[in-house]
């Protein structure tokens, strides 16, 4: 009797699949992106549980070709949008237009109307435009002249920031922010990658990268992939670590601005995610600490005294991670 319940807690939530995609979509995503691992292993977290990602990095480090690729894997729509200084919101989320046959007017669909979404410089269009994202990122729709329209699932919003040219642009205010799920800093490849970079684009011989990967993961399954997410378990105290961790970010000397409960959700479904990712129906401290950093790097802000100390949001999450004890 004891085997049996052994073998049904063992095989509780069907796993081995999603482990099996993820393997799929880190593998055609290394035939052309080099280093970049932990980027890849948020972006498919991100996507899994319905999360948005915003991705900070300096110009030619593949942000968004790893962006573009990683669509490439899943079998829907991708869109790109390019934000500029005079990017409207009617250019984003569609306009409607008076039909003379009709004598009525018809909503026509923005490129916002896709399944995995670019933008690229979100920071350089104006609040206004920015603001026309927020319903679309927290609810999956659209209002337009009193109608509603909803977004087809999986929907994903990849938005790319170039944090060191800040003329002409627009910070993202702290409720956008909060908006994401996952901040990623992408930074420089180390010099071994470097190298592997310029030979695997020498040796494609000018072979478009879009053509070397394929499609891995279809949208019913990761509906399916996404339900079993939910039934990860997760022990009491595994909550009250996180909500420690949150906690401890709105009174630390460090820090002018802590985490909101968003970020305690936040943390936890993507735990959730990483847990199932590696083939494990519960969570433990290690997917915590893992979601912590991404999560909280754009809902933290340093005081101005430790900012101009050369202090980074990263150092400040390790030393609250670190000052609070892990369950066993």
Do not use: W
């Amino acid at each position: 009797m004891e085997a049996n319940n052994d073998i049904n807690f063992d095989n509780r939530i069907p796993l081995e699949d999603l482990k099996n995609a993820v393997t799929g979509i880190k593998q055609e995503l290394a035939k052309v992106i080099i280093g970049q691992d932990r980027f890849v292993e948020l972006l498919i977290v991100s996507l899994l549980v319905d999360g948005h990602v915003l991705i900070e990095g300096v110009p030619g480090i593949a942000k968004t070709v790893t962006a573009k690729l990683f669509a490439k894997t899943l079998k829907t729509d991708f869109s790109r949008i390019q934000f500029t200084p005079d990017l409207m919101p009617s250019d984003i989320l569609g306009t409607s237009i008076f039909n003379v046959k009709s004598s009525e007017f018809e909503f026509k669909k923005g490129p916002i109307f896709s399944n995995i979404i670019l933008i690229d410089e979100i920071n350089r269009a104006p609040a206004k435009t920015q603001a026309a994202l927020f319903e679309i990122m927290e609810e999956t729709q659209v209002t337009m002249d009193g109608k509603t329209y909803k977004m087809e699932a999986p929907f994903m919003v990849l938005a790319t920031q170039n944090p060191i040219e800040q003329e002409g642009t627009y910070a993202l205010p702290e409720a956008q922010l909060d908006r994401f799920l996952f901040k990623i800093k992408v930074e420089y490849p180390n010099l071994e990658e470097e190298i592997k970079i310029i030979t695997t684009h020498h040796e494609r011989k000018g072979a478009k990268p879009q053509t070397l990967i394929n499609d891995i993961l279809s949208p019913n399954k990761l509906k399916e992939y996404k339900k079993n997410i939910q039934d990860v378990i997760v022990e009491a105290k595994i909550l009250r670590y996180i909500a420690e961790i949150i906690s401890k970010t709105r009174n630390h000397p460090h820090l002018y601005l802590g985490g909101s409960p968003r970020a305690s959700l936040a943390t936890l479904n993507a735990a959730k995610a990483f847990a199932a990712i590696n083939g494990r129906d519960f969570v433990t401290p290690e997917d915590v600490k893992k979601a912590l950093e991404p999560v909280l790097n754009h809902r933290v802000i340093l005081t101005p005294e430790r900012e101009m100390e050369g202090m980074t949001t990263e150092s400040v999450v390790h030393m609250i991670i670190e000052s609070v004890e892990i369950p066993r």
